[in-house]
């Protein structure tokens, strides 16, 4: 790609950014390693996996304003917790099944 067409200090018109750039500019809090991976830093919001799990499991509809609040804002990384590495998860829909809200959750 062309640098001249980056948008920079002397091109603040153009449209194009790197990906280092965008990541740099919406995920502050977040640290971008030399794989293109996102990294938490100390201060990035974390979720538990086990709380989260019982929240989707659970049948209780009271526990709405809960989820909303864990789902809302920005993206949280879980907090190393529990050693899920080896794991592989998986998701598939039909059409208006909730897929969108299960994204959402997972992002």
């Known amino acids: 790609m062309d640098p001249c067409l980056q948008k920079s200090a002397t091109n603040p018109k153009s449209t194009f950014e790197l990906y280092s750039d965008r990541i740099v500019s919406k995920f502050s809090k977040y640290n971008l390693n030399a794989t293109s991976h996102l990294l938490p830093k100390p201060t990035t919001p974390t ?33 190393k917790k529990n050693d899920l590495l080896g794991e592989k998860v998986a998701f598939s829909s039909f059409t208006r099944t909730g897929n969108s809200l299960l994204r959402k959750t997972m992002e």
């Open 47 to 79: 979720i538990n996996f086990d709380q989260l799990k019982e929240l989707l499991l659970s049948e209780d509809f009271s526990r709405m304003d809960e989820y909303q609040q864990l789902i809302s804002g920005e993206c949280k990384f879980l907090d």
